[in-house]
């Protein structure tokens, strides 16, 4: 029951020819979960309406001109992946030095874990569920998701909409350099725990603050830095307060908008 | 009374016997103490299983169980507490099962802290923050959640929760040892900001080796150098 | 306005779980009752009864329309006590105040009385304890004869025949105590033995 199957050894071709595989959950009735971690590479998650995980794999390498020698040499690049599940839990792992795009489309109620560890652009569309993606070097984009968000991207700017927040789970949104922008339903009840050290916060939010050193949308100025200012966090309540919610980046602005 | 349906079907040699079971009085319950006990299962169990209800991905089976376990665990301890008790004895047995029902809180947030959704070990987190004073267990876990949480976020998470008792030495070297291990940056930059925050004079060396080191992100090395001069012009 | 233990139970199994506090205090002193019957002693008593408030949480689902809470409450804390009394086989250690040493030799009535209810107690609990948890059920807990049936999923005849049985054993043992505490023989009726 606890055994992992290795489904297949996903190989990046190149943009012409991309490999495809599908793979069922162990459980379709109970929301999975699709755990993709690359090396270096662009991911996509977006909805579908089968019960099973779709992935799919480009490499961006250029087919190497037919002119050069290559014989007797080893290929040593390439994208592989190992795609495995166990227990509802999909994995996609692998990645290279090169490039790759992989697509995944999984049921509209799937878990996300989603790590690039060089970089990437990171972007999921309509999923709901508990959604985890971590960047190194690529914007983090999370459009029309709900349910939790723990999300971080160290090089990029991380840029959320939710329709839908669980009650009651804490969140994370944050960056250190780049901006961080969420959207979160007006009526999201939170503790917001915001923070940047070089730039601004902008919100349409009725927030109770302890500290008044928003900027609202309308407004504009910067304020001053000075040279040894630690500053702390700023922390708010917005509809009578609930989980944390942390907005965290070092050189950026933190906005977060209201949905409308 | 049902019992005389019973008394009326027995042989009469027996039911004199019947009779005289009764002479065995029964025991009172302690019911102030037993409903606080029944409160705290119902608050923990409410707090970790029935709200997991509601969310996509519901807390593995294996967490509930652990759960029932420890609140089942904890609840013989509290039990032996309550031996036939005498009415000047019950405000002391009272004060040990309140100690107790922070030992349920604290068992909740260890254990998600161990969970593998990032939202659940967060939540862990936040959980143990609200305990008025955690014992070394608590305070291991945060630190363990800081030098090996897989979540930045997390990681993070726990540097907040840690503040609270920046005084203790345990607490101090730990975040003084990650600072040294750490490589995300912005669990670099918190704990440069918590050093300093303690006026930690111990960390000026790694902070002055973090702000030469090329390896580091730029941000970083700037936020070090920064805490390198506080130190030196609070010394003036 | 009250609400029956049905309707409160119905309400905590569609999600009002608050509302088994309230059940918790209209049966948490018969529970009490019930184990510190069973096992002679307060303390495993009190976890027994927070055991059973626990898994009514948990099987909460299983309660149906029809179902009577009284005998659903009492299965679940007949699961109790097997689970208990498969995992402490030894005899539980008697906490309640019982002293069945020799007394004066000039004994009143009072005296004699009080010794032969500790008597009682002790050869209640060295009934097994499946036919200890019958007595106790039939006697003190205010069951029915069809409730009981219910609960052993057997019919009432067979509920009055294992009732009878059980008081003779106790019977028995209890005459074994007394023989064993005057120091006798057994040998004929007619000896010192006080019997019943």
């Known amino acids: 029951m606890?055994?992992?199957?290795?489904?297949?050894?996903?190989?990046?071709?190149?943009?012409?020819?991309?490999?495809?595989i599908t793979i069922p959950f162990k459980d379709p009735n109970r929301p999975g979960t699709v755990e993709v971690r690359l090396f270096q590479g662009d991911v996509t998650v977006t909805p579908y309406s089968g019960r099973e995980v779709v992935v799919t794999a480009?490499?961006?390498?250029?087919?190497?001109?037919?002119?050069?020698?290559?014989?007797?040499?080893?290929?040593?690049?390439?994208?592989?992946?190992?795609?495995?599940?166990?227990?509802?839990?999909?994995?996609?792992?692998?990645?290279?030095?090169?490039?790759?795009?992989?697509?995944?489309?999984?049921?509209?109620?799937?878990?996300?874990?989603?790590?690039?560890?060089?970089?990437?652009?990171?972007?999921?569309?309509?999923?709901?569920?508990?959604?985890?993606?971590?960047?190194?070097?690529?914007?983090?984009?999370?459009?029309?998701?709900?349910?939790?968000?723990?999300?971080?991207?160290?090089?990029?700017?991380?840029?959320?909409?939710?329709?839908?927040?669980?009650?009651?789970?804490?969140?994370?949104?944050?960056?250190?350099?780049g901006n961080v922008d969420v959207t979160l339903p007006a009526d999201t009840k939170a503790n917001l725990k915001l923070r940047t050290t070089n730039g601004d916060i902008y919100t349409d939010f009725d927030v109770q603050i302890a500290t008044p050193q928003i900027r609202r949308l309308d407004s504009a100025p910067r304020g001053p830095h000075s040279l040894i200012d630690f500053e702390r966090a700023i922390t708010g309540t917005i509809n009578g307060g609930g989980p944390d919610f942390e907005l965290r980046t070092v050189n950026g602005n933190l906005v977060i908008r209201r949905a409308k | 009374m049902h019992e005389e349906d019973f008394r009326n079907e027995l042989p009469d040699d027996l039911r004199s016997l019947w009779e005289k079971l009764d002479s065995i009085p029964g025991e009172t319950a302690d019911s102030a103490a037993m409903k606080i006990r029944f409160n705290a299962m119902l608050d923990a169990y409410h707090e970790t299983v029935d709200r997991s209800r509601r969310a996509w991905w519901p807390l593995r089976p294996a967490v509930q169980f652990v759960i029932?376990?420890?609140?089942?665990?904890?609840?013989?301890?509290?039990?032996?507490?309550?031996?036939?008790?005498?009415?000047?004895?019950?405000?002391?047995?009272?004060?040990?099962?309140?100690?107790?029902?922070?030992?349920?809180?604290?068992?909740?947030?260890?254990?998600?802290?161990?969970?593998?959704?990032?939202?659940?070990?967060?939540?862990?987190?936040?959980?143990?923050?609200?305990?008025?004073?955690?014992?070394?267990?608590?305070?291991?876990?945060?630190?363990?959640?800081?030098?090996?949480?897989?979540?930045?976020?997390?990681?993070?998470?726990?540097?907040?929760?840690?503040?609270?008792?920046?005084e203790r030495q345990v607490v101090r070297r730990g975040a003084l040892q990650a600072l040294t291990r750490q490589q995300s940056p912005l669990v670099q930059i918190a704990l440069i900001d918590f050093m300093v925050e303690l006026q930690e004079k111990d960390c000026v060396g790694t902070l002055e080796k973090l702000a030469q080191d090329d390896h580091v992100d730029e941000t970083v090395r700037k936020r070090a150098a920064l805490g390198v001069q506080d130190f030196q012009q609070r010394q003036q | 306005m009250q609400h029956t233990d049905e309707r409160l139970m119905l309400s905590v199994r569609d999600g009002d779980v608050r509302k088994l506090g309230l059940l918790f205090d209209r049966h948490h002193q018969r529970l009490f009752s019930f184990f510190c019957r069973l096992t002679g002693n307060r303390t495993v008593a009190e976890d027994l009864v927070q055991d059973v408030f626990f898994r009514i949480l948990k099987y909460r689902k299983s309660f149906r329309e029809?179902?009577?809470?009284?005998?659903?409450?009492?299965?679940?804390?007949?699961?109790?006590?097997?689970?208990?009394?498969?995992?402490?086989?030894?005899?539980?250690?008697?906490?309640?105040?019982?002293?069945?040493?020799?007394?004066?030799?000039?004994?009143?009535?009072?005296?004699?009385?009080?010794?032969?209810?500790?008597?009682?107690?002790?050869?209640?609990l060295e009934l097994p304890s499946d036919k200890r948890e019958l007595l106790v059920l039939a006697r003190y807990q205010e069951l029915r004869y069809d409730e009981i049936a219910e609960l052993l999923n057997v019919d009432v005849g067979t509920v009055k025949v294992r009732v009878h049985r059980a008081m003779k054993q106790l019977r028995e043992i209890f005459n074994k105590l007394s023989c064993e505490k005057n120091k006798c023989t057994r040998k004929t009726s007619e000896t010192s033995c006080p019997t019943i």
């Not at chain 1, 290795?6 to 071709?13: S, T, W």
């Not at chain 2, 604290?106 to 659940?120: C, F, K, N, P, R």
């Not at chain 2, 923050?129 to 930045?152: C, F, R, W, Y």
């Open chain 1, 2 to 20: 606890n055994s992992l199957v290795l489904l297949a050894l996903l190989v990046a071709q190149t943009s012409t020819e991309p490999d495809r």
């Open chain 1, 58 to 177: 480009k490499s961006r390498r250029r087919r190497i001109s037919s002119t050069t020698d290559t014989q007797g040499l080893r290929r040593l690049t390439g994208g592989r992946f190992a795609v495995t599940e166990e227990n509802n839990v999909v994995s996609v792992r692998g990645g290279s030095l090169e490039r790759v795009e992989v697509d995944v489309q999984v049921p509209a109620a799937t878990n996300l874990k989603i790590q690039s560890e060089l970089g990437g652009k990171l972007n999921v569309t309509g999923i709901e569920g508990d959604i985890e993606v971590t960047n190194l070097n690529g914007a983090v984009t999370l459009t029309d998701v709900s349910g939790s968000v723990v999300t971080h991207s160290t090089n990029g700017k991380v840029f959320v909409t939710m329709k839908n927040v669980t009650p009651q789970k804490p969140m994370a949104f944050t960056s250190v350099n």
């Open chain 2, 68 to 166: 029932a376990v420890l609140i089942l665990a904890a609840g013989v301890t509290i039990g032996r507490y309550f031996a036939p008790s005498r009415p000047q004895q019950q405000s002391a047995d009272l004060i040990q099962l309140r100690r107790e029902v922070g030992d349920l809180r604290e068992i909740v947030a260890l254990s998600l802290m161990q969970q593998q959704s990032a939202t659940d070990r967060l939540r862990g987190v936040s959980w143990s923050n609200q305990i008025d004073e955690p014992d070394g267990k608590v305070l291991s876990a945060l630190l363990d959640t800081l030098m090996h949480d897989p979540n930045v976020n997390v990681r993070l998470a726990s540097i907040d929760a840690l503040r609270r008792f920046g």
């Open chain 3, 66 to 124: 029809d179902s009577r809470f009284n005998t659903w409450m009492f299965q679940i804390a007949r699961n109790v006590r097997t689970d208990f009394f498969r995992k402490h086989p030894a005899e539980p250690s008697l906490q309640i105040d019982f002293d069945v040493a020799d007394r004066s030799p000039f004994p009143n009535q009072k005296l004699e009385r009080e010794q032969e209810r500790e008597k009682l107690n002790r050869a209640l």
